[in-house]
């Protein structure tokens, strides 16, 4: 009895998800710890974090996937509301409307749309599955263009593309048609100067530092001159663990959050730099092969989608460390330090688990 | 039907599985372009960014640009900057902060003052690692602690830039001063993205121009890319980018007008503006008693925040913006014009003032400030000796809507747009205004005590100085400044700031004339500021008025000669002068100081006379005679 029941506690728990997950965590641990300075109290309260996020995931991964159809709509428009309610009277933090003040605590209602938006949008696709038109990609155009917006506006431009881009994985997977994908590149590229011409002024110098670092050495290209003198001073095999100069001398910003790959790839170099990414890429195959053999649309589109956004924030935050992409605040997945971004990660493979779980299951 | 539905998800799915598959394959693409950045910066760059980050460790060093100066018209230095040797404390470096002062105070001489001060610094500001524990340092005091500096790890000395205010407490709200920033600021700086700017920089300005042209004085970063050793410290330059220093404000302020103007308030407390009404420039801004702005540049200290924080004087208050006061019958030439405009009054319209004016099926009698009445009374006569009468009747038949609109057009109720921040509004009621302000309906009775200025309507001292200039120069507006040029520091290049002359209203010249015509006569025999203006080689005009205090603030009623003073009505003036081509018009106030036309228009005259005759006050000249031979 008790037996059966541990058993099915345990059964959504994907191994070929959990390992390369733990083994990420456990970089993310051991480098947070070099990075706070050998201060342990981070790594206890990062511990912590983790321990709730590991709790979500699990309860998430129990939860049937219909049971997530059902409810996908209704987080949505909370997220919507609450995205509306930031608009209003959200708290002012670094020049930005992010934060709401509910109650108790504070909430970013943006970290909420990473997950709602692939729901919502795999939500809309499932139920049109059977009758599904050219005009169903424009009110998805518009079920994601209403919250990227509002997190436009708070500004949050990164936080805006990454979630854009989590509802265009959907929009892409259920089948968006390649001509008007084109059409959508050409549009898009089109529009980049209208783009610039509404961009915040920080926004367009992220960007034109982006292109010439050494133009802003005191602001904005400051940690990516930092950042790559750490992961090039590294070399093939790294300075070992809590031995990196650039970390230890406090030459690099924001060194245990957004730019902590810095960190790692100081201390164990290259060869430690492509066991990360063989870990993500273990992890986002897993993934993908989740939402491939998925038993429902909705499970497809939103394992599929959940799975590239994974993989877009890893890459956009490797890409702004090593200075190929601006410097947008984006953590790395597993790694950084912070619980929000852990919570919101963690749940997303609970999904991944959860989907998968069904299938095994229900077999269709 | 169902057979197509279920092909076509079927189709849907190989489409689906095949773009995962594409996926996949961009994914993996996408991971080999981080792969080969990677080998890039870590193989093939290795030797190069080895260098930098292992032998010689680079370090980017900001370098502080000076602060822009601010001159007054004529050139006269009111802000400038000196460097001196400081004494600096990295607390995160000394074990026992206080028993380390303790040995410091042996060599150097350290007041419980400076002690004080450095425990405010270190609870207002968390971004600093080091912090001046005194500055200013003697040529004797640096030697002995160079000798004795292995004594004391994690302190040194510093040559710094300190701000300078050479006058003083002359001109002091208008100047404003710079300050240490704290981390309000900070947050704000970082909101504004001018944080690297100020990478460096310990102070910003806190008030008046110091605070409002920040941008103008801070100038721009530079730095310096230098090589450090293991310890932190600099070995060589690599690279410099010089600081631009900030530019230099030109201001249209007349420093010895003003400090004219503020050694003729004496003892009393108030505001006085001049205002140059072909140009908007603001020639004097005096607001008393005012502080010494260089106790503000370092952190002041508790004693002299207290002295001045907690005096019943408020020096810390710039009247001269932000004081509000009843105009009193200053506003009557307004008023007179108002009646003219709206064809409520011609000029030969004569009224019989029987001492009081009563509304219509009303028994109460709004008096007049002359018991017994004026007799019969035209609008010149109104202006010269004040009648209230007049006036009362006059707003009951405008209208305290009509008199909202016109009195607009000289800017009251609204900001003046001066160049420095926190000025206030005032007020000027109307119906509506009332209804939103209190929820009530506006009553007649206040409608005629409008007139007289007194009830709901509030002015500024700049505001009374502004309108009356729009008089004075015929009705075209210019909105008042401080600062008439900015000069480049890099070029010397001064390039003045346009201010637009405005016509806000389209006055009538006869009209104007008329006003005009009486508020010269005010300064003549029969006006109420004939005494005041007796012997003057030169014809003005002007208007007093009488402000009453009718509340009083706690904490006073235990004294009872200062509540007594204190409960005195406020003395106002306004005035232009030359009468035919004025090149300056006053708006000011003494408080408690009674009657407009005994104290204050005295001060005014002062003022003109030393602005039109180069003139110095005889008591003035008395005063620095005995500075001299004690000197």
């Known amino acids: ?364 | 039907m169902a057979g197509t539905a279920f092909s076509d998800q079927q189709v849907q799915l190989s489409n689906f599985r095949l773009r995962i598959w594409f996926c996949i394959i961009v994914i993996l693409v996408m991971l080999g372009i981080l792969a080969s950045r990677f080998y890039f910066l870590q193989v093939i760059q290795h030797d190069h960014f080895h260098t930098l980050a292992e032998n010689n460790r680079m370090s980017i060093v900001p370098v502080v640009p000076n602060r822009g100066l601010i001159l007054d018209r004529a050139g006269l230095v009111m802000a400038n900057n000196f460097s001196a040797y400081t004494l600096e404390i990295n607390p995160s470096k000394v074990d026992d902060l206080d028993e380390t002062i303790d040995r410091l105070s042996a060599i150097v001489d350290i007041t419980p003052r400076d002690r004080k001060r450095f425990k405010k610094l270190r609870e207002d500001s968390h971004r600093f690692e080091i912090l001046p524990i005194k500055s200013r340092l003697t040529e004797v005091e640096v030697a002995r602690f160079a000798a004795n500096r292995f004594r004391f790890p994690g302190v040194d000395i510093n040559a710094r830039l300190f701000r300078n205010y050479p006058q003083g407490v002359s001109a002091s709200h208008v100047v404003g001063y710079i300050g240490r920033i704290n981390d309000k600021d900070l947050e704000k700086l970082e909101a504004d993205e001018k944080l690297p700017n100020y990478r460096g920089s310990n102070h910003l300005g806190k008030i008046g121009l110091e605070e409002s042209f920040e941008d103008e004085l801070h100038g721009r970063t530079g730095f310096e890319q230098v090589e450090i050793d293991a310890g932190g410290r600099a070995i060589r330059s690599l690279s410099r980018e010089e600081p631009v220093a900030g530019n230099n404000l030109i201001l249209s302020l007349d420093l010895k007008l003003q400090q004219i103007a503020e050694k003729a308030f004496g003892q009393y407390r108030g505001a006085l503006v001049a205002i140059d009404p072909k140009t908007g420039d603001v020639l004097a801004s005096v607001s008393q008693p005012g502080f010494d702005p260089n106790y503000f540049v370092d952190g002041i200290d508790q004693v002299h925040w207290d002295a001045y924080n907690n005096s019943v004087d408020k020096p810390l208050n710039n009247r001269a913006l932000r004081g509000v006061y009843p105009p009193g019958s200053t506003i009557k030439p307004f008023m007179a014009l108002a009646g003219l405009y709206y064809g409520k009054r011609s000029p030969a319209t004569t009224i019989f003032d029987p001492g009081y004016f009563t509304l219509s099926g009303s028994s109460h009698q709004y008096r007049c400030w002359k018991s017994g009445g004026h007799g019969a009374v035209d609008l010149k006569k109104s202006v010269v000796i004040s009648c209230d009468t007049y006036y009362y009747g006059l707003a009951n038949e405008l209208g305290i809507d009509r008199m909202h609109e016109f009195l607009s057009k000289f800017g009251f109720g609204q900001l003046t747009g001066i160049d420095v921040k926190d000025e206030v509004s005032g007020n000027l009621p109307s119906k509506e205004w009332k209804k939103r302000r209190f929820k009530q309906v506006w009553y007649p009775g206040e409608t005629v005590i409008s007139g007289i200025g007194q009830g709901y309507t509030l002015v500024t001292p700049m505001q009374l100085a502004h309108a009356t200039a729009i008089i004075a120069g015929n009705g075209i507006s210019i909105r008042p400044h401080f600062v008439k040029a900015i000069q480049n520091s890099q070029t010397g290049e001064i390039k003045s700031i346009d201010f637009p002359k405005e016509q806000p209203f389209p006055f009538k010249a006869e009209d104007l004339a008329l006003v005009r015509d009486a508020m010269v006569a005010v300064t003549q025999p029969g006006g109420t500021a004939a005494r005041a203006a007796a012997g003057a080689p030169y014809a003005f005009g002007g208007k007093t008025g009488t402000a009453q205090v009718k509340s009083m603030k706690q904490g006073e009623k235990y004294n009872e000669k200062t509540v007594e003073e204190r409960y005195r009505d406020h003395a106002l003036f306004i005035a232009y002068a030359p009468a035919n081509d004025p090149t300056i018009a006053i708006g000011m106030i003494v408080e408690n100081g009674g009657h407009g036309g005994s104290t204050a228009a005295p001060i005014a005259r002062q003022v003109l006379d030393y602005h039109l005759l180069g003139k110095i006050p005889a008591a003035q000249i008395e005063e620095a005679k005995v500075e001299e031979e004690h000197d």
């Not at chain 1, 159809?69 to 992010?98: K, N, T």
């Not at chain 1, 979630?163 to 997977?173: E, M, N, P, R």
């Not at chain 1, 939402?291 to 702004?320: C, E, P, Q, S």
């Open chain 1, 1 to 364: 009895m008790i037996r059966r029941l541990l058993e099915r506690l345990f059964a959504p728990l994907d191994m070929a998800i959990m390992v390369p997950m733990l083994l990420l965590l456990g970089c993310g641990l051991m480098v947070l710890y070099s990075a706070a300075g050998e201060d342990a109290d981070k790594v206890i309260d990062q511990l912590r974090n983790l321990a709730v996020a590991i709790i979500a995931m699990w309860i998430i991964a129990l939860i049937p996937t219909q049971y997530l159809l059902q409810v996908a709509a209704p987080i949505y428009v909370i997220g919507i509301l609450l995205l509306l309610g930031v608009a209003l009277f959200g708290e002012v933090s670094h020049g930005a409307r992010r934060w709401l003040h509910i109650g108790v605590g504070r909430i970013q209602p943006s970290e909420l749309m990473k997950i709602a938006m692939p729901l919502m949008l795999a939500w809309y696709f499932h139920r049109r599955e059977s009758s599904l038109r050219f005009w169903d990609f424009l009110i998805a155009a518009v079920i994601l263009a209403v919250p990227v917006l509002l997190i436009v506006k708070q500004p949050d431009l990164g936080t805006a593309l990454l979630i854009a881009a989590s509802g265009f994985y959907v929009l892409f997977l259920a089948g968006l048609s390649l001509r008007l994908l084109l059409g959508l590149g050409v549009l898009v590229g089109a529009s980049l100067p209208l783009a610039w011409s509404v961009m915040h002024d920080y926004q367009r110098q992220r960007i034109l530092t982006l292109l010439d670092p050494a133009q802003d050495p005191l602001g904005a290209g400051y940690h990516t001159i930092q950042s790559t003198i750490a992961l090039g001073s590294g070399g093939l095999s790294g300075k070992g663990w809590m031995n990196g100069t650039q970390t230890h001398l406090d030459f690099l910003p924001e060194r245990t959050t957004d730019f902590i790959f810095a960190v790692y790839g100081e201390e164990f170099g290259l060869v430690g730099n492509l066991i990360l990414l063989i870990l993500y890429f273990a992890l986002i195959v897993r993934g993908m092969m989740i939402a491939y053999g998925a038993g429902n649309l909705f499970g497809r589109l939103v394992a599929g989608a959940l799975t590239l956004t994974l993989f877009t924030y890893a890459f956009v935050n490797m890409g702004m460390v090593s200075g190929i992409l601006p410097v947008v605040g984006v953590p790395l997945p597993f790694v950084s330090y912070g619980g929000t971004a852990l919570v919101t990660i963690l749940i997303s493979l609970g999904i991944l688990m959860g989907i998968q779980s069904q299938k095994k299951l229900v077999p269709t």
